[in-house]
């Protein structure tokens, strides 16, 4: 042994770190998507329950514009249900194959510490964060549609809600 201590690389410390944060953005990411999924469900029972009191056989027959509205919010809440949903799926992200740790664990100097295996760590990790943050803005761009439709839903509710007694007077 040398003496020489491993080369590491002066920012391999600021990768791990980068690659952690993004790995709990992530799953942040996926339990707000669970979050919307739930919400959206919610949102759906109360818009039913407005569609039955409007269309009750003691209420006044809701009109075309109300109907539209709570079509709309339905719709919205569904769309953002699915943006949910897919903020969930499995994505393509960037992993060491179990297979290479095992055949590096064999070669004879498996644990040397030499320059070019560290920039070789370097660029997988390099690529691993790349790849996560890919995939990460992807799903908050989704997760924003998602509560962007949940948004819409709701003002169609209230529109919905509040159009009749307007015009009722």
Known sequence: MSGRPPAQGRFRALLLDQLADERV???SLEQRGIAVIAS???LVAIVLGFVMLT???DAPASGV???ALHATALIALVAASVAGLCVNLPA???KVAA???VNVAVEKSWDAHDDESSREEFRILADMLSGLRSVNR???RTLLAALLAEVLALAC???ATILPLLTDR
């Open 25 to 27: 953005t992530k799953n």
């Open 92 to 94: 393509r992200v960037a």
């Open 65 to 67: 514009t109300v109907t």
């Open 99 to 101: 297979g290479d740790l």
């Open 157 to 159: 509710m209230s529109a």
């Open 138 to 140: 992807r799903r908050a």
């Open 40 to 42: 959206a469900g919610t």
């Open 55 to 57: 269309t009750g056989q």
